[in-house]
């Protein structure tokens, strides 16, 4: 007796195959490429605008003020988004449908500060709109490289080889 499965695929490879369907693997990854692009674009406008809005703001001691702001907005992004990196970090993911969700709060919350650091240019002194703008930056930037995170396949998996060299 054969034991032939006529090019029928194996349990294990059903499994696969279901959660494929289900996960929608490639709709997540064009979804997450726009989602970055979204973060990438906020971090490039904000600090644009903060450079306009002060002279030599990158150079000297205003270079301090900026970073710490940008630092701020960046880990401000990363402890609210946490969940979502924890998702990815561990390897288990999100199902499609949550992720999206995540991804359309997030672009709209990058979009709100970026507009409220816009705006605060005129209700606010120079400096102070500024600075907001950089921590718009560092979200943006923060939120720009959560989505790298899902194009590096097995990255946990190198940083394991590395420690038994």
């Known amino acids: 007796m054969s034991n032939r499965n006529w090019g029928l695929p194996s349990k ?5 195959i279901r959660d494929a369907k ?10 997450t490429a726009v989602f970055g692009v979204i973060g ?26 900026a970073v710490i702001a940008a630092g701020f907005g960046c880990w401000m992004y990363v402890w609210l988004a946490r969940p979502r990196f ?25 979009g709100a500060v970026l507009l409220l650091a816009s705006v605060s240019g005129i209700m606010a002194p120079n400096i102070f709109s500024v600075l907001f703008l950089c921590f718009a930056g560092g979200a943006g930037a923060a939120a720009a490289f959560q ?4 194009f590096v396949p097995y990255y946990e998996d190198d940083s394991a080889d590395a420690g038994e060299r």
């Open 40 to 65: 990438a674009a906020v971090a490039a406008v904000s600090f644009a605008e903060a450079r306009s809005g002060l002279t030599g703001l990158f150079h000297g001691g205003s270079l301090i003020g």
């Open 147 to 150: 989505t790298v995170l899902a």
């Open 12 to 16: 294990d490879e059903q499994l696969a």
């Open 22 to 31: 289900h996960n929608k693997p490639m709709l997540t990854l064009f979804v």
């Open 86 to 110: 924890a998702a990815q970090l561990s390897g288990k993911g999100d199902a499609f449908s949550k992720l999206v969700r995540f991804y359309a709060k997030a672009a709209l919350a990058l």
